[in-house]
Nanobody, 122 residues
């Protein structure tokens, strides 16, 4: 069984920053992609960012490019999402995911965390 636990969400003013963390346990993720998705009220879950464990290649949704970065610490089985210049439209529940395929589709991930709320006030 695989467990993903997110943390770091909260309330922040527009223009502020937050760092989300996701700790993976239960398996070795050296060959897995890790991703972040988000879901706002009344909207579908959407891709935010992903990183390959081995090569460290990253990819971002257009809506967060230049504002968010993703990084991983293989030794700690942890992936981070650094969010800067936050906007009210970034408000959502953020989910961490792990999978062998990865990419921008949720279908590329096999395991999901419980989510952490991010609220950006205007």
């Amino acid at each position: 069984q695989v467990q993903l636990v997110e943390s770091g969400g909260g309330l922040v003013q527009a223009g502020g920053s937050l760092r989300l963390s996701c700790v993976a346990s239960g398996r070795t993720f050296s060959s897995y992609a890790m991703g972040w998705f988000r879901q706002a009220p009344g909207k579908e879950r959407e891709f935010v960012a992903t990183v390959r464990w081995r090569a460290g290649r990253t990819s971002f949704a257009d809506s967060v490019k230049g504002r968010f970065t993703i990084a991983r610490d293989n030794a700690k089985n942890t992936v981070y999402l650094h969010m800067n210049s936050l906007k009210p439209e970034d408000t959502a529940v953020y989910y961490c995911a792990a999978g062998s395929t990865g990419g921008a589709s949720a279908h590329g991930y096999d395991y999901w965390g419980q989510g952490t709320q991010v609220t950006v006030s205007s």
